[in-house]
C-alpha cells in the first residue's frame, strides 16, 4: 500500500515507512492519484526506495505507468560507491530515444506529396516486430558500432558531423565492450540496424503549431508552421537481448532481498556490475547509430520527392534524447557534490541553461526536450529549468504515457478502423499492423497537454512549442 502526502498543486511525497531508503515523490495531479493504474506504479517506485546505495529520493514524472520492476516515467539515483545498478531501472529497450529533425519547408509545401513522402520513408525504413535493415552488418562492423555509435554511422556515409554535436553524448558512451556482449545479442543486432520496429515507436511527420517562447525558439531553429521530424525508436531486438541476459544473471546471484525480484541488481564495482554498464552503453551506441541511419533514410526520401538536397531543405538535428538510459553524474546530495549512477527509466535529462552537457547553441536557454504525445494529438519541445536539478535529478517526463494497457485497447478498440478515424482528423497513417494501431489510439494515452502543464507547474522544464502530426508511419 503506498501512503501519499499532498506536497503541492501537482506534487505528493511517499514518505520513508516499512524499509524505504529514501523517500518517494511523484509530480502528478489528484486525478492521477487517486487513478487505480497509477497506484500500481507508485507501489514499483515504493519499491525502488528499498535499493542498496539509493540517495536523495526516487521520482516519478507524470507520465508514470507500469513496467518491469522500475515503473515507466521512474528516476532513482545510486552512490557509486556502495549502490548498485539495476537493469529494471534501464529498461529492455536501452536508449530507447527521441530524435528532432528541423525543416525549411511549410505546411503549404508538403500538403500535396505528403502521401508519396510517406509511402518513400515507408518503403526505406523498415518498420515492424523483427523488421530487419537493408544491409547486414559483418562482426567486424558490428564491434565498430557499439564502441562508436553514432559516429560510426556518420563515418560511414550515413550523416554529419553537426548531427553529433545536437545529439547527447554526441551519440556515443566509451567503455562499451563487445566482449561483454552474448552471441544470440549480436546476432540479433546484426540485421536490425537502421529500422524502427513496433509497439510505441513511431515515425511523424508534423509541423510548428505554436512557439511559447520565442528566444528559445529562435535558439532552437523551430518557426510555426515548419515542418519537422519525429522519430521514435531504440536498439531493438539487440538491446532487449542485453537486459534480458543480464536480468538472468544478476537473478541467479540473488544478492540482494527486495520486494520485487523484477528489481534484480549488482553492486556498480562488481564484475558483474560492470560488464552490465559495459553492454548497456553497447546497446546504447546500438541505437544512436541506428537513429543516425533511420535520420539519413529520411533525408533520402525528402530528396526524392522534392528533387533537393537534405542540406537546400534545411534538414538538420535539432536533438536527440535518450530516455531509457543510466549515467553517471555528479548531483548535490545534502549540500555535497556526489558521483551517483542516475536511471532514467522512460524519462527524459533535463538540463538547465548554463550547463556544459549542453550544446554550445543552445548553453544559454537550456536543453531541448523531446516530449511526443499520440499521433492523433501532438507533441512538445520543452527546455530544461533549474527546478530539474534538485527536485528531479536533472530530469522530466518522456512523453504523454500509457493509460491503457494494449490488452484494454484492443478491447476497447474493437470494431474500430484506427485508421480512417486519424484520416478524418487530417492526420495519414501508414502501418502494417491494423493490431497495433488499435493499441496505440490515441485514447491509450494521457492527455499530453496536462502532462507538460505538471512538468511546468514543478519548474522541470517549460514550454518552448507544440507540433501537430501530418503523417504517421507506425510499425
Partial sequence: MVTLKKKGKSCYELPRENGMMVKGVAFIDKRMAADTG???????????????????????????????GFPIGGVAATDIKNGVISPGGVGYDINCGVRAVRTNLLTKDVASSLDRLLTEIYSNVPAGVGSKGSFVLSEKDEKKVIEQGALWAVNNGYGEGPDLEHCENSGSFTKADFADVSTRARERGREQLGTLGAGNHFLEICYVQEVFDRDAGDAYGIYEDRVMVLLHTGSRGFGYQICDDYLKKMREKRLFDLPDPQLSSIYIGDKLGEQYISAMKAAANYAWANRQIITHLIRKSFEAVFKSSYGRLGMSVLYDVSHNIARFEKHLIEKEEVMLCVHRKGATRAFPKGSMEIPVAYRDFGQPVLIPGDMGTGSFILKGEPGSMSKSFGTTCHGAGRVLSRKKALKIAKGRNIKRELDRKGITVLSNSQRTLKEEMPEAYKDVSVIVDIVEENGLASKVAKLVPLGVIKG
Avoid at 542498496?52 to 529520493?57: C, E, K, L, N
Fill in 38 to 68: 497509477t497506484k500500481e506504479a507508485l507501489q514499483q517506485l515504493k519499491n525502488v526506495t528499498h535499493l542498496p546505495g539509493i540517495r536523495g529520493f526516487a521520482a516519478a514524472m507524470p507520465d508514470i505507468h507500469y513496467g518491469y
